[in-house]
């Protein structure tokens, strides 16, 4: 039985799509002509997804895949930032346009709304929205749809996970405790709906001094490696905190695109081969 937040179910129609959950599984259906959809999660907020998301999304176009990036963050959309992008997509036959950027089919609630205007929906509002983006956007074809997920394990967790089938979720988190234990309660959330963890980042893990080049683990060395492998789960790999990761982010071109020969870009590529190995390479 999968454990909601706490709190938020005195909607009648809010409990009642949560407890849909044991037809979970009947109501997958793939994407047509979509060949893989991974989530990229974490349990906490400001860990880093977004960023690892758009990063591993263009390390894997690199490679000469078809990728898109749905943003399932209804309330706190970061793909049009990220990817330095405002329009609004067209619909025609009620279906809706992916917008296209640096090569990538894009899809966000920041595109259908207008910056600063506060989204507040409850939670099946929330679902139906992220399930909208899902099934009536053309995604087709893509070989790797990457959805940067909200915080948490909540409501858009819930019906990406109900609605279509996804190959993986990759987690991020940051080397803190307080990070860890939340990201490990995502790796169980997945688990619980059948959704094999594909791998963990460490985000931020340490500093390079720009002087020295001597390496500062900030935060300290978490144990993330340690707990992935109890968990037979593959650590894919250490970030940085890096400035130029940030700021390229604020600009609209991250650092995969924008300084690509740089160490930061050569690990999301490290990782992305990873990944491309995993979805496509381990089946017989
Ligand atoms: N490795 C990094 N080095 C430096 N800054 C980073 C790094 N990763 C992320 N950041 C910065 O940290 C902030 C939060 O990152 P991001 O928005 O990707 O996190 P998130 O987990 O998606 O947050 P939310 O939970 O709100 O969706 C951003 O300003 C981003 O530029
Ligand atoms: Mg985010």
Not at 10 to 29: I, T
Not at 133 to 162: E, R
Not at 230 to 251: H, W, Y
Not at 258 to 271: F, M, R, V
């Amino acid at each position: 039985m999968i454990r909601f937040e706490r709190g938020r179910g005195r909607d009648k129609q809010y409990l009642d799509e949560k407890l849909k959950y044991s037809a979970l599984f009947s109501q997958r259906r793939p994407l047509l002509d979509v060949k893989h959809i991974i989530a990229v999660a974490s349990g906490k907020g400001g860990v880093g997804k977004s960023t690892t998301a758009v990063n591993l999304a263009l390390a894997l176009q690199k490679d000469g895949f078809l990728v898109g990036i749905l943003d399932a963050d209804i309330y706190g959309p970061s793909l049009p930032k990220l990817m330095g992008i405002d329009a609004r997509p067209v619909i025609e036959n009620k279906k809706i346009q992916p917008l296209m950027k640096y090569g990538l089919k894009l899809m966000s609630m920041g595109f259908l709304v207008d910056e600063g205007i506060p989204i507040v929906w409850r939670g099946p509002m929330v679902m139906s929205a992220v399930k909208q983006m899902l099934l009536d956007v053309l995604w087709s074809p893509l070989d790797i749809l990457v959805v940067d997920m909200p915080p948490g394990t909540g409501d858009a967790q819930l019906t990406l996970s109900q609605q279509v089938p996804l190959s993986g979720s990759v987690i991020v988190s940051t080397p803190q405790d307080i990070a860890l234990v939340d990201a490990l309660r995502g790796i169980e959330m997945f688990k619980k709906v059948g959704i094999p963890t594909l791998g963990i980042i460490e985000n931020m893990s340490y500093f390079i001094a720009p002087d020295t080049g001597k390496r500062y683990y900030v935060f300290g060395r978490g144990p993330l490696r340690q707990e992935a492998n109890k968990r037979n789960v593959l650590f894919l790999g250490e970030i940085p905190l890096d400035p130029l990761i940030c700021s390229t982010s604020d600009q609209g071109c991250p650092i995969v695109l924008e300084e690509p020969d740089g160490p930061s870009a050569i690990l999301y590529s490290d990782i992305a081969k990873v990944l491309i190995k995993s979805l496509f390479l381990s089946k017989p």
